[in-house]
């Protein structure tokens, strides 16, 4: 899961210096286009849920390309994936009390916070202090989160 192919071939060279193998796999979506109507703080918590959910993604991005390259400690990993996590249940609770699981879209998005929250929290509570178990198990993380993301915009598309 990396935002770049320069950033895939640096740590593919980086882990083939190591002696290990990798491979890589392009995933895409569509995009789609959402109507909603809602009342004005339904709408911005609807925008801000979709804001936190992008934002958060790119952090276990950003968390897993630096844990690689400056070649943090798990302790770390685990601190910076807390920090997101305390980021995450904060959106999901302000999305929850403004809008409700009422309908489809609300409720595939709770779906995705949910399991947002479920793989950060085993990030945070992983215990190995093996460098590479703890990267391998970041980046598990981020690819179950693209997933959840992926199942939202399904759900979407599949609701529209």
Sequence with gaps: AYSSEDSLKQVRTQLEGE?????????????STLRITAYE???????????????IQEDVLSI???????????ATGREKAGGLLNELRAAKTAFENTTGTDNGV??????CFSAYEEALQALNSYQSDNFVD?????????????HAYYALSEKIMELA
Excluded: H, R, W
């Excluded at 890589?24 to 979506?29: D, E, I, L, N, T």
């Design 41 to 55: 703080d339904q709408l911005n918590a609807i925008q801000n849920s979709f804001s936190s959910l992008q934002s």
């Design 134 to 146: 703890f990267s391998s198990k970041i980046k598990y993380t981020n690819i179950s989160m693209m």
């Design 64 to 74: 897993s390309l630096a844990f690689d390259q400056d070649q943090q400690s798990p």
């Design 19 to 31: 002696g290990m193998e990798s491979a890589s796999y392009v995933f895409s979506a569509q995009g």
């Design 106 to 111: 609300l409720l595939a998005i709770a779906e």
